[in-house]
């Protein structure tokens, strides 16, 4: 089997024409390093869970994305983010929800899905149950960055003002995720956001919600979702591909471009990344951008901001 691996950085990309050429350079290398961390693992045979973990963690540790450090704000000023990750080969899933500590909520979901006996944990029952799985948590300071205040601020006043909505997608939203496929076969799916900048408290998007923004199983595909999680969730995103498969048998390709197009007129604008159980990952998106890359059997890493080709 050969093995590969995608991931995106969201898509609350910047636009291309305020988007300068080292700021550019800056999201091809930090989306580099992750899928370089992802392909270390595929490379020595390791499984596709492993690799989805270790580039999720790469891009939350990064500021540049929207997930842990250099996540979102919610309208009340302070943080909640949602994680989740799946296992394709016995559609094993954890996730959390609305959560502000772990260094690395998709280690959060992990723990969730390997030690909890649940599949869906929120909040400070979440967060307790963490803590005692020993996982590493972090003051509000560490996820705090100056950009996404900015964002909140502006978002703020624009409502006490009641002007229009006219912020970039980058001011907006974003989330990071990952897909892969093992030499096994086996197949992995993980995503991590802070949701949508102003959000309300205690709202929750598709990101945790398996089948919605994230989903994996082998005799399918992997799915990891970025955009606005409602259209998502009310079109169950991710599951709906892997059902066209099952029982319509369209192809990985047709199935996610014609979600992705069709969820356009539901509200969901965004994309997502996907593979299947043989050829290279698919990430259509209906956006302006969406940060992506892969790396194929080749190893060779391709990565891509808005509609131009892969670098
Ligand atoms: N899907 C995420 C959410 O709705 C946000 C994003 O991907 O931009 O929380």
């Not at 003002?161 to 892969?180: E, N």
């Not at 994996?216 to 709906?240: L, M």
Request: charged letters at 20%.
């Amino acid at each position: 089997m050969q093995a590969t691996i995608a991931i995106h950085g969201g898509a609350g990309t910047i636009p291309a024409a305020a988007l300068d050429a080292d700021a550019a350079a800056g999201y091809h290398a930090a989306l580099r390093d992750a899928l370089d961390a992802g392909w270390r693992v595929l490379a020595r045979g390791g499984p596709a869970l492993d690799a989805v973990t270790d580039a999720v963690i790469k891009l939350e540790n990064d500021p540049l994305f929207n997930a842990a450090r250099g996540a979102v704000f919610t309208a009340a000023r302070t943080l909640e983010m949602d994680a989740a990750v799946m296992c394709g080969r016995d559609r094993s899933a954890g996730a959390v929800a609305g959560i502000c500590g772990p260094r690395n909520p998709i280690l959060g979901a992990r723990a969730v899905m390997e030690h909890s006996g649940t599949v869906l944990m929120m909040g400070a029952g979440a967060e307790a149950y963490l803590r005692s799985q020993g996982l590493e948590f972090m003051p509000p300071e560490y996820f705090t960055t100056q950009r996404r205040l900015d964002a909140l601020n502006l978002e703020l006043a624009r409502r006490v003002a009641g002007a229009p909505d006219v912020r970039s997608d980058a001011d907006r939203h974003g989330t990071v995720g990952a897909v892969a496929r093992d030499i096994f076969g086996d197949l992995a799916a993980g995503t991590s956001t802070g949701g949508i900048t102003a959000k309300r408290p205690g709202r929750v998007g598709d990101t945790p919600v398996i089948g919605a923004g994230t989903y994996a199983d082998n005799t399918t595909c992997a799915v990891s979702t970025t955009g606005t999680g409602e259209g998502f969730i009310r079109f169950t995103a991710a599951a709906e591909i892997a059902a066209r498969m099952r029982y319509a048998k369209q192809s990985l390709e047709q199935a996610a471009n014609d979600v992705v197009a069709e969820l356009l007129t539901h509200g969901g604008d965004g994309g997502l990344i996907a593979i299947g159980s043989a050829g290279l990952p698919v990430m259509p998106f209906n956006s302006s951008g969406m940060y992506r890359g892969y790396v194929g059997p080749d190893g060779v890493v391709h990565t891509a901001i808005h509609r131009e080709g892969f670098r």
